[in-house]
């Protein structure tokens, strides 16, 4: 069946680490993929997209790869905060258009 | 900008009742969308609109759930009749197009007792 799974539910981090959270998914052949971060009752916030030619996306302490062979991507926070602690969502494009499949959401806690 | 705008925050219904939810997206954004957030499912897409019109509905649930688009700046979602199990939070997005970036608002938790 088609299903994106992500590594864990919950992550748990010293500060000063490195956190890294997997997406896995089988079955499809995104052209790109997002990656959300949500805090508890708000709405998922955008942090970064990466497109399906590209292996990799930085963005200040964030780093996204995508590995489409894999049918992986890796979401990195370096130097990772107190401050960084919520779930964690990634998105793909499943057919070919705007509708976005998240995936369940791995709730990270950076413990200081 | 203000963001995506939804009403109510909050909604408590008794079963049966008639339940709408309401959504203003970003000035300009042509997309938008109704996603459904629980426990057990996560978070899913029940319908998109583009350009006011209705795309892809397959992920509403069944016939007791609708949505309009009458204009670029409002849709609602109704259920009708509620129950229990329709409990979740709901959440209206919107982008400005394919590959965009989805804007999230902070959603409506809906309670049906």
């Known amino acids: 069946s088609q299903k994106i799974e992500q590594n864990s539910e919950a992550l748990n981090i010293q500060e000063g680490k490195t956190a890294t959270l997997t997406c896995n998914y089988t079955?499809?052949?995104?052209?790109?993929l997002q990656w959300y971060r949500q805090d508890p009752g708000r709405g998922p916030v955008f942090l970064l997209l990466?497109?399906?030619?590209?292996k990799e996306k930085r963005k200040e302490r964030l780093k996204v790869t995508f590995d489409t062979t894999l049918k992986q991507s890796l979401f990195h926070i370096t130097a990772s905060q107190p401050a960084d602690s919520a779930t964690y969502l990634c998105?793909?494009?499943?057919?070919?258009?705007?509708?976005?499949?998240f995936g369940t959401g791995t709730r990270l806690t950076i413990i200081p | 900008d203000a963001g995506v705008i939804q009403s109510p925050r909050h909604e408590v219904t008794e079963m049966g009742q008639e339940v709408t939810l309401r959504c203003k997206p970003i000035?300009?954004?042509?997309?938008l969308f109704w996603y459904r957030q629980t426990m057990m499912r996560g978070l899913e897409l029940l319908i998109y609109?583009?350009?006011?019109?209705?795309?892809?509905d397959s992920g509403m649930p069944e016939d007791r759930f609708s949505a309009k688009m009458p204009n670029a700046s409002f849709s609602t979602l109704k259920i009708q009749p509620s129950e229990p199990r329709d409990s979740a939070v709901y959440f209206c997005?919107?982008?400005?197009?394919?590959?965009?970036?989805?804007?999230f608002g902070p959603g409506t938790r809906l309670t049906v007792l």
């Open positions: 609109f583009n350009n006011n019109v209705p795309i892809d």
């Open positions: 997005a919107s982008s400005a197009g394919y590959t965009d970036t989805q804007y």
């Open positions: 998105a793909l494009d499943t057919e070919g258009n705007e509708k976005l499949t």
């Open positions: 000035s300009g954004h042509n997309s």
């Open positions: 990466i497109r399906e030619n590209e």
């Open positions: 079955n499809y052949s995104p052209a790109y």
